[in-house]
């Protein structure tokens, strides 16, 4: 399996390529809107709770303070 910063590389890619070949379609922004809101969802859950990327610095919900 690809490193996770790789994989997150070839996802953000991937829905660029995508979200580009819809705007030369015509796509109505609205629909592109959609779209890209469900994809960020799916990206999210893929992703899944508190992956924790560069050798595990910091928490994954942004709270920094000291237990």
Do not use: C, H, I, N
């Not at 660029?16 to 592109?32: I, S």
């Amino acid at each position: 399996m690809p490193q996770p910063r790789t994989a997150d590389l070839v996802v953000f890619l991937a829905v660029l390529a995508t979200a580009a070949a819809l705007v030369l379609r015509g796509t109505d922004p609205a629909t592109l809107t959609t779209v890209t809101v469900a994809v960020s969802g799916l990206y999210a859950a893929w992703r899944g709770p508190g992956r924790k990327d560069r050798a595990g610095e910091g928490r994954s919900d942004g709270d920094t303070r000291e237990r």
